[in-house]
């Protein structure tokens, strides 16, 4: 087979796994129903006519637009509701059918605080709808997964030091590295500057067996954790899903 042929077959099975993880989320999108949020969506909210969605993130359109100079010529959903999608704190206990987080939980310090705020805000059997990246089809293929001591860390000892190695391994590894912004040499100016911009970056890194393996862990040995995985998509496209049910009582 010529490289041309193999070239043509690679972007021909690229586009039937993205075809197929459209066709996927959508069946797990079905799964929700009634009002609830979508935190995070910028340029990519989910489609799903039946749900009736409010659209929460961390800044103004305006703001985003500052902080994502890269999505100048791209549409940016106009928020709802101005909150930090890690807490929620506007958001009343019990009030939300849905929580939608679609490649959002890798970009908060504290996914498990995450876990617990969509968790709290969802009604009983209010289900949450997430999709991650997987490390392995990203610019993040170089980095080293998330580990669950690190989650637990992360949650029971919150640290801005802790957070600022995230952003030297994100400067290093994607930033100069992968997308040769910067030479190696300067990778902690640009990871000061990051931070120092409070830059939406990927603090954490999974695949879809580790990240079940971490939904599998919480399901077992955390007290404040009460949902269950109802429905999931290995990865397709690049990326795995998962709907989770918060419990009738």
């Known amino acids: 087979m010529t490289g041309t042929n193999k070239n043509s077959l690679g972007l021909l099975r690229e586009r039937a796994g993205q075809f197929l993880a459209r066709r996927k989320k959508r069946s797990l999108l079905r799964l929700l129903d009634g009002q609830g949020l979508e935190i995070g969506a910028l340029h990519l909210p989910v489609v799903a006519p039946h749900l009736d969605i409010q659209y929460v993130d961390r800044m103004t359109r305006a703001g985003l637009r500052d902080q994502y100079p890269e999505l100048a010529n ?25 929580v939608i987080a679609s490649h959002l939980i890798e970009h908060i310090p504290n996914p498990i605080q995450g876990l617990l705020a969509w968790q709290r805000v969802l009604k009983p059997n209010g289900r949450l709808f997430l999709a991650v990246p997987d490390r392995r089809f990203t610019f993040d293929r170089d980095r080293a997964l998330t580990e669950i001591d690190h989650l637990l860390l992360d949650y029971q000892n919150p640290s801005r030091e802790r957070d600022f190695m995230a952003f030297e391994e994100f400067a290093l590894k994607v930033s100069c590295r992968e997308f040769k912004l910067r030479p190696e040499s300067e990778y902690l100016e640009l990871a000061k500057e990051l931070f120092e911009q409070n830059y939406s970056i990927h603090y954490h890194v999974w695949e879809d067996h580790s990240f079940m393996g971490f939904i599998s862990w919480l399901e077992q040995h955390f007290d404040g954790w009460k949902m269950q995985c109802i429905a999931q998509m290995p990865t397709r496209g690049g990326e795995f899903a998962l709907v989770l049910e918060k419990p009738a009582c």
Not at 77 to 88: A, M, R, S, W, Y
């Open 74 to 98: 791209l549409p940016i959903v106009e928020p709802d509701v101005i909150d930090d999608g890690e807490q929620l704190v506007t958001i009343s206990d019990s009030s939300q059918d849905f």
